[in-house]
């Protein structure tokens, strides 16, 4: 029940079934529904006050696969979305008025964001290994234009090693290029993050993390520096832990 946009009611209808010892194939069915944010209708410069909700419709479709020590996973889905809040780079659609020279919160009439899922894991001995890869196809469904800001292909890889009181773990993720209008183009990027954690007593742990450790030089929107080497470093105490 929302003051600015009316009654909205959304829904979820799922399934899964198991195919054989260790196979189990799923699907699932919803709709949903995103009012603008404040951003999106009025930060000065980029909030468009008559922007429209968006309204969507999804389907999905999977099948996994576990296993001691082991375990794969696809998915395939598709979205149609009316009226997909992002960001609009041509200028001459947004409100006359050169606070909004570089675009401006817009909606896209009609979305297809299709793609597939694929990822896996195993455990060999005290090493916990993880990968994932994702492809998408997102495009305004009138035009056929990729929507901006989406990468067409993204992979990670991790790696965790166990040791006594001691965890070990390195992320690597590569995002690909993805267009960011006026024939701009985002690039690719790669980026390593590590983390460790010592157990120090039953409910304390230790943590320090690298972010982006090789530095590399982000840009997640054109024009602005994403941020560079970080590192944390931090204690976690665990109630009623065993």
């Not at 297809?112 to 990968?131: E, F, H, I, M, P």
């Not at 390195?170 to 993805?178: I, N, Y």
């Not at 390593?192 to 090789?214: F, G, M, P, S, Y």
Request: proline share 4%; glycine share 12%.
């Amino acid at each position: 029940d929302n003051s600015a946009y009316g009654n909205v009611t959304t829904g979820r209808l799922g399934a899964a079934h198991e195919l054989a010892k260790g196979w189990r194939l799923r699907a699932l069915a919803g709709t949903s529904f995103r009012a603008p944010s404040f951003n999106d209708t009025d930060y000065p410069g980029y909030g468009v006050p008559t922007i429209q909700p968006e309204r969507g419709r999804n389907i999905e479709l999977g099948v996994d696969g576990r296993w001691s020590g082991y375990e794969l996973s696809a998915t395939a889905w598709h979205n149609r979305v009316r009226d997909l809040i992002g960001y609009q780079p041509d200028a001459t659609q947004c409100p006359d008025d050169p606070a909004y020279m570089w675009g401006c919160a817009g909606n896209v009439a009609n979305a297809k964001l299709q793609g597939l899922t694929l990822s896996g894991g195993a455990q060999l001995g005290d090493w916990w290994l993880r990968t994932q890869a994702d492809f998408v196809d997102a495009k305004n469904a009138d035009t056929g234009e990729r929507l901006v800001r989406r990468a067409a292909h993204q992979l990670s890889l991790s790696a965790e090693y166990t040791w006594g009181a001691w965890r070990f773990a390195g992320t690597v993720l590569q995002v690909g290029a993805r267009p960011d209008g006026a024939g701009f183009t985002l690039p690719e990027e790669t980026t390593l993050d590590l983390k460790v954690r010592w157990q120090l007593a039953r409910q304390w742990t230790l943590e320090a993390k690298l972010i982006n450790a090789t530095d590399e030089d982000l840009q997640p929107v054109r024009d602005y520096q994403g941020l560079g080497r970080q590192a944390w470093l931090g204690v976690r105490y665990e109630f009623g832990g065993h």
